[in-house]
């Protein structure tokens, strides 16, 4: 089946620095990727959703100046965690849809901890 | 209201019992897909199953089957002789067409707990 990488799969940060996380399909073009947050014995929820070359789509209670989303090429999609706080600490994960497919295929996941 | 009900939080068995795990969705749309997925502690996501709404035969993989009830609105998910290496969270999951079949709606999840 398809690969999706995730990178960095564990950031250990302090309060107020930027955190990048970088989902990449290995074998296919991704012309959707999703992001989801994972709390700690929580479910996965839907943070954003973006297509290649436009702006991501987030949603309702996400801030979008908090949660930077770039998905520059088919093949990459960065989360910028900005001004990360402890309540952001959680459990990123990406998932990503190629062309004409009706699934999508996460990755492994980021486990992010704000000091 | 929640798309993708898991109500049973925890299950404990003991190994070679059978379980089955619960998942009741809600949806207006007539065209949608249904997912199991098992996270074990590593937080990766292991695809299990999908299926349509189209499609309601029931599907048996080795030791696992799935009962796809269109008239309870249920995906139920039953391992046989269970296994300590099935010990995981379980999700189940709901996309619809409506959306493009983008969202994903995860359950709250069932840990499920195989004691030797």
């Known amino acids: 089946g398809a690969v999706v990488s995730q990178h960095p799969s564990r950031v250990i940060c302090k309060s107020g620095t930027s955190v990048k996380i970088e989902c990449r399909s290995l074998?296919?073009?991704?012309?959707?990727m999703f992001w989801y947050r994972q709390f700690p014995k929580q479910s996965l929820m839907l943070m954003a959703t973006?297509?290649?070359?436009?702006?991501?789509?987030?949603e309702q209670g996400v801030e979008k100046d908090k949660f930077l989303i770039n998905h520059a090429s088919l093949t990459l999609s960065t989360l910028t965690v900005t001004s990360a706080h402890p309540e952001d600490s959680s459990f990123y994960i990406c998932?990503?849809?190629?062309?004409?497919?009706?699934?999508?295929?996460f990755g492994p996941g980021t486990r992010l901890t704000v000091l | 209201a929640q798309k993708v009900t898991q109500a049973q939080t925890e299950i404990s068995v003991v190994e070679k019992e059978d379980v089955t795990l619960d998942c009741v969705y809600e949806?207006?749309?007539?065209?949608?897909?249904l997912f199991w997925y098992k996270q074990p502690p590593s937080g990766e996501l292991v695809f299990l199953i999908r299926?349509?709404?189209?499609?309601?035969q029931n599907e048996i993989s080795g030791r696992y089957s799935w009962n796809f009830q269109k008239s309870t609105s249920s995906f139920n998910f039953t391992i046989t002789a269970s296994q300590v290496v099935d010990s995981a969270v379980y999700f189940c999951?709901?996309?619809?067409?409506?959306?493009?079949?983008?969202?994903?709606?995860f359950g709250s999840g069932t840990k499920l707990n195989v004691k030797p």
């Open positions: 949806t207006r749309d007539t065209t949608y897909y």
């Open positions: 999951a709901l996309s619809e067409a409506q959306y493009n079949f983008n969202k994903f709606y």
């Open positions: 998932s990503a849809r190629g062309l004409g497919t009706t699934s999508g295929f």
């Open positions: 973006s297509n290649e070359g436009s702006k991501a789509t987030y």
């Open positions: 299926r349509n709404s189209f499609d309601e």
């Open positions: 074998d296919f073009q991704a012309t959707t």
